[in-house]
């Protein structure tokens, strides 16, 4: 079908294409595309849905309130322009607030060589580099809130060797542990670099050939507020007391792991974060540490594939007695902040500073734009001066829809 001199293709994102643009937001191909006759012009109009439920069982004061709500609610464009420049637009409407949550274009010089301007996901955690509609659990792990989420800023980016390595470096404003910012409160700028090692990347068949390492590292000067921690069920249980404020050199470093074979998957991160917290007239250096692995099964014997959602061999049709993919996944956990953040009062004493979490999930893929997430996650607390906090439980379920 041609539409103004262009084809507007349903059903096939060609390799061509796949090869010069951005990835597909569900991992495979987008069922609408607008694209020129020469392949130069590609729009794809993609959206998330994600319908939670959180429920607390134990009904401690704690606990969050059990309660259904829409956790994302996303438009979004990208493709490309004239061949050599990709783009991306993530625009946020859930609970009523406009979140412009990626906003960017780049130049492609090759395979080896992009620059990356505008809006994105920081180049480090793991984790966070996973978009949306590939997560393997309902939320997010503890090491991405002790790590940058969006910045502002220039990026380089690129494969060599094949796809054997690969590489980012951003320079940008720079925003505390977990954070997001669209206005730059201060002068200080963020040096941020990640190498990923796939040595068996070109052979196919190999079975290490879904075997991979990485390294990031994070520099900058960023005074202005301290963050707070939460939990997967979005309950914060660690903050510092409204005057301290973070001051001087920061510094974060995350060695990363990830391995992909047949149906199973898994990858494992930690994340060290530590800067200066001023409160009055003292000061001192304060450590945030975080760690996760996480492992799945697809039991239906779809392959897992690296941050990206498995695709049913069959997709869910009752009267053919096809049902989709099933896939077992758990995560253990833990975070924790230096005693110092107490001790020198930059936090109250009744403040959590470790928590661990372990996470059992069951995933439903009924095509590749629809899928279920149910977890039970368990965390334990540890390390307040004063009182304690009851261990938590927390059944998340999850409906999403997008492509």
């Known amino acids: 079908m041609r539409v103004m001199g262009t084809t507007l293709a349903m059903t096939a994102w060609t390799s061509a294409a796949r090869a010069q643009s951005a990835a597909p937001p569900a991992g495979t191909a987008p069922p609408f595309v607008l694209q020129s006759d020469n392949g130069d012009n590609i729009i794809h109009f993609g959206t998330v849905v994600q319908f939670d439920g959180r429920f607390f069982p134990g009904g401690t004061p704690q606990n969050g309130v059990d309660t259904f709500l829409v956790r994302r609610l996303r438009g979004q464009v990208e493709g490309q322009v004239a061949r050599y420049f ?176 047949g149906p199973f998957g898994g990858y494992a991160e930690y994340v060290h974060s530590e800067g200066d917290v001023r409160r009055a007239d003292v000061r001192d250096a304060v450590t945030h540490e975080s760690w996760q692995a996480a492992g799945s099964w697809v039991l239906t014997g779809e392959p897992a594939i690296e941050q990206r959602n498995v695709r049913p061999r069959t997709n869910f049709d009752p009267p053919s007695h096809h049902f989709g993919a099933l896939q077992v996944a758990a995560r253990y956990q833990a975070l924790a902040v230096s005693p110092n953040a107490v001790s020198l009062r930059f936090a109250s004493p009744t403040a959590s500073r470790h928590v661990n979490v372990l996470t059992l999930g069951l995933n439903w893929y009924l095509n590749p734009f629809v899928k279920w997430n149910l977890n039970y996650e368990h965390s334990v607390f540890a390390a307040p001066v004063v009182g304690s906090r009851p261990n938590e439980h927390a059944i998340l379920l999850r409906a999403h829809f997008g492509f």
């Open 86 to 261: 990709p783009f991306l637009l993530n625009v946020d409407f859930a609970g009523g607030v406009v979140n412009v949550r990626d906003a960017w274009f780049e130049t492609r010089f090759s395979e080896a060589l992009h620059v990356r301007i505008g809006k994105f996901r920081a180049p480090f955690s793991y984790d966070r580099l996973t978009r949306v509609a590939n997560l393997l659990f309902v939320e997010r792990g503890l090491t991405t809130t002790v790590a940058a989420d969006r910045e502002i800023g220039v990026q380089v980016l690129g494969d060599l060797l094949g796809g054997r390595l690969g590489y980012e470096g951003a320079l940008t404003n720079g925003v505390i542990d977990g954070g997001a910012a669209d206005i730059d409160g201060n002068s200080g700028k963020d040096l941020t670099g990640r190498l990923a090692v796939r040595p068996w990347a070109t052979h196919t068949g190999h079975p290490l050939r879904g075997l991979g390492v990485a390294f990031a590292a994070n520099t900058g000067t960023q005074p202005g507020p301290l963050p707070s921690f939460q939990l997967p069920g979005r309950q914060i249980y660690f903050t510092y007391v409204a005057d301290a404020v973070g001051e001087g050199h920061r510094a974060r470093w995350s060695p990363q792991g990830f391995y992909y074979h």
